[in-house]
């Protein structure tokens, strides 16, 4: 039998080639979702259809309790999102307290319940400015952590630490993956809004691929 995995899958793009990326390397891969309040919880829609679609055993956690505890993003606070590029200072306001912390750390706990060795998650290098939860050095620190919190020590897996999100999609489009079924928008609104640091990026990894975005854009 294959070795088990579990897979933090957000539904977003980055999460998709992730948890398409451990399937392809022979995980038994055990995907597992987050509501933690946030405003786009339409990308936990995506993220079920396709693991019904893969037939995985995938799990979706409501920990959206948390923020009686943490404040101050715009992603879960009655804070309008920023807009523009993932450059522009604006865009803190997105953070989420440790979110990924705490993230990894129920995932980790998940793994050492069903036997599974490594939990992915899909930090990239376009996250590092902005989100000091996905950095090098964060990384580092909880695949120690990890390595001792438990008697059955669990590695944490980044496979696109260090890639862009246009390397990430042109990764993705060479194993034939469909990016209609990932969202990636802060708005959760019917179609994606095309402004926020999200959008702005993944739009420009479809541009430098030399594509069109498939999903629907308000703009």
């Known amino acids: ?117 490594k939990v992915f998650y899909g930090a990239h290098s376009g996250d590092h400015a902005i989100y000091p939860d996905c950095r090098p050095e964060f990384v580092e620190k909880m695949k120690a952590v990890c390595a001792i919190a438990d008697y059955q020590p669990v590695d944490i897996e980044t496979p696109f630490l260090n890639n862009s999100k246009i390397e990430i999609l042109a990764h993705g489009l060479k194993m034939g993956l469909d990016y209609a079924k990932s969202w990636t928008c802060y708005n959760g609104r019917e179609k994606a809004c095309g402004q926020c640091g999200a959008c702005q990026e993944r739009l420009e990894a479809f541009e430098q691929n030399g594509l069109t975005d498939p999903l629907a854009y308000e703009s």
């Open 1 to 117: 039998m294959s070795e088990k995995a579990v897979v933090i899958y957000s539904g977003g793009m980055d999460s998709f080639t992730v948890l398409n990326q451990a399937i392809a390397e022979g995980y038994q891969v055990y995907p597992l979702s987050f509501n933690y309040g946030q405003r786009h919880l339409k990308e936990l829609d995506f993220a079920k259809a396709v693991c019904d679609e893969l037939s995985v055993n995938h799990k979706v956690v409501d920990i959206s309790a948390i923020n009686t505890l943490l404040a101050g993003s715009s992603l879960t606070d009655d804070i309008e999102i920023p807009e523009g590029h993932y450059e522009e200072d604006s865009m803190k306001s997105t953070v989420v307290p440790n979110r990924n912390m705490i993230l990894l750390s129920l995932a980790v706990g998940y793994a050492v319940s069903i036997g599974a060795k």
